[in-house]
């Protein structure tokens, strides 16, 4: 007559972000199957094992997706939970710790849980992930892929040729009232990497659709900036010619008064301040040029002219425009100071 034991296995919350780590849930889920002996390797044990493993898989990933708020395609689901295979290899029995006696109620079991997917399913999962992190903000590696996140879990996992790989661990324990219990006392982390898998795989077309939301709701927000900066440099431009206009017109009228207070005099004066006059022409224009290589972000605000305010939309071709402007600045200011100074001589 066949025995019964218990499958206990403390599963991991699935987290759709697909940036935290496979952590185990406090709740213990159970699963019933039948046990042929005592032994950690034998054949109707493995298999009764793997068909409950399948069975924690199928409960695991129903509620994922009924939690999730993406829509899954469940065409692709019913493909992926008909062919996934569960396989239990290079089962070793484990032996007492050091200083321990063999127990004769319980074995302790360590094996290799190997998952084989239908074909497709790794690429579609890989594709999956690597859409939903584009726009994850809260996602730790944005250049990670799927591969990585199972090799960096605290439960490491291997991705590979369709398969994922990990560490299996059960134990067998002979009890007075239940038979022979078996248990899984740490987690099944093989288990919920299949699961994340599925769930980003049937979850692939929600993730493109939503990163294609995205990226028009960005183009359109960049149109309408693009838009206003067009605006506002065309508005800066205009602001700049106008004072431009100015400073030429002021800059013509100065040098026209400081040719007029040259003139007042005479021959010999003029030979006299002609050296210093060549002088003041040769500072002037050196001074200005130094001068007039300060950017305009070295101005405090409230010390910018009218048009500066508008800095922040300038391009280059305006910046070399402000210095040229800056230039005449200096001039003007440089050939009034002449003027005075001219007037004084005598």
Same mark, same amino acid.
């Given at each position: 007559?066949?025995?019964?034991?218990?499958?206990?296995?403390?599963?991991?919350?699935?987290?759709?972000?697909?940036?935290?780590?496979?952590?185990?849930?406090?709740?213990?889920?159970?699963?019933?199957?039948?046990?042929?002996?005592?032994?950690?390797?034998?054949?109707?044990?493995?298999?009764?094992?793997?068909?409950?493993?399948?069975?924690?898989?199928?409960?695991?990933?129903?509620?994922?997706?009924?939690?999730?708020?993406?829509?899954?395609?469940?065409?692709?689901?019913?493909?992926?939970?008909?062919?996934?295979?569960?396989?239990?290899?290079?089962?070793?029995?484990?032996?007492?710790?050091?200083?321990?006696?063999?127990?004769?109620?319980?074995?302790?079991?360590?094996?290799?849980?190997?998952?084989?997917?239908?074909?497709?399913?790794?690429?579609?999962?890989?594709?999956?992930?690597?859409?939903?992190?584009?726009?994850?903000?809260?996602?730790?590696? $944005?250049? %990670? #892929?799927?591969?990585?996140?199972? +090799?960096?879990?605290?439960?490491?996992?291997? &991705? @590979?040729?369709?398969?994922? /790989?990990?560490?299996?661990?059960?134990?067998?324990?002979?009890?007075?009232?239940?038979?022979?219990?078996?248990?899984?006392?740490?987690?099944?982390?093989?288990?919920?990497?299949?699961?994340?898998?599925?769930?980003?795989?049937?979850?692939?077309?929600?993730?493109?659709?939503?990163?294609?939301?995205?990226?028009?709701?960005?183009?359109?927000?960049?149109?309408?900036?693009?838009?206003?900066? $067009?605006? %506002? #440099?065309?508005?800066?431009?205009? +602001?700049?010619?106008?004072?431009?206009?100015? &400073? @030429?017109?002021?800059?013509? /009228?100065?040098?026209?008064?400081?040719?007029?207070?040259?003139?007042?005099?005479?021959?010999?004066?003029?030979?006299?301040?002609?050296?210093?006059?060549?002088?003041?022409?040769?500072?002037?224009?050196?001074?200005?040029?130094?001068?007039?290589?300060?950017?305009?972000?070295?101005?405090?605000?409230?010390?910018?002219?009218?048009?500066?305010?508008?800095?922040?939309?300038?391009?280059?071709?305006?910046?070399?425009?402000?210095?040229?402007?800056?230039?005449?600045?200096?001039?003007?200011?440089?050939?009034?100071?002449?003027?005075?100074?001219?007037?004084?001589?005598?």
């Amino acid at each position: 007559m066949n025995k019964f034991f218990i499958f206990t296995a403390l599963t991991a919350t699935v987290l759709l972000t697909g940036c935290d780590k496979i952590k185990p849930k406090d709740k213990v889920e159970k699963v019933d199957a039948v046990v042929s002996e005592w032994s950690c390797t034998n054949q109707d044990n493995l298999n009764n094992i793997q068909a409950a493993l399948k069975k924690a898989y199928l409960k695991q990933i129903e509620r994922s997706l009924r939690e999730s708020e993406y829509q899954a395609d469940y065409d692709v689901l019913d493909k992926i939970n008909k062919g996934l295979k569960f396989s239990i290899k290079n089962v070793r029995t484990l032996d007492p710790a050091e200083g321990e006696q063999a127990s004769k109620t319980q074995l302790s079991c360590e094996s290799q849980l190997i998952v084989q997917f239908p074909k497709g399913l790794q690429k579609r999962a890989e594709n999956a992930y690597v859409e939903q992190q584009k726009n994850c903000e809260e996602c730790e590696y $944005s250049n %990670q #892929t799927l591969g990585d996140y199972f +090799a960096d879990n605290e439960y490491s996992l291997t &991705l @590979e040729d369709d398969q994922l /790989k990990g560490r299996f661990y059960y134990d067998i324990t002979k009890t007075d009232k239940d038979g022979l219990v078996f248990n899984i006392p740490d987690q099944n982390a093989v288990i919920d990497g299949v699961v994340f898998m599925a769930t980003k795989a049937v979850q692939y077309v929600a993730y493109l659709k939503e990163n294609r939301l995205i990226e028009q709701n960005n183009e359109k927000a960049q149109q309408e900036y693009d838009a206003q900066s $067009s605006a %506002q #440099t065309e508005l800066a431009q205009k +602001a700049m010619d106008i004072r431009k206009k100015e &400073l @030429e017109a002021e800059k013509a /009228k100065q040098v026209e008064r400081l040719n007029q207070t040259w003139d007042k005099f005479s021959a010999e004066q003029k030979e006299q301040l002609q050296q210093d006059q060549s002088d003041w022409f040769e500072k002037r224009d050196v001074d200005c040029k130094v001068l007039s290589q300060k950017s305009v972000y070295d101005t405090p605000e409230k010390d910018r002219e009218t048009y500066q305010k508008q800095a922040d939309y300038w391009n280059e071709t305006m910046h070399k425009q402000n210095q040229d402007m800056q230039y005449t600045k200096c001039f003007i200011q440089r050939t009034i100071e002449r003027i005075v100074y001219l007037n004084n001589v005598n």
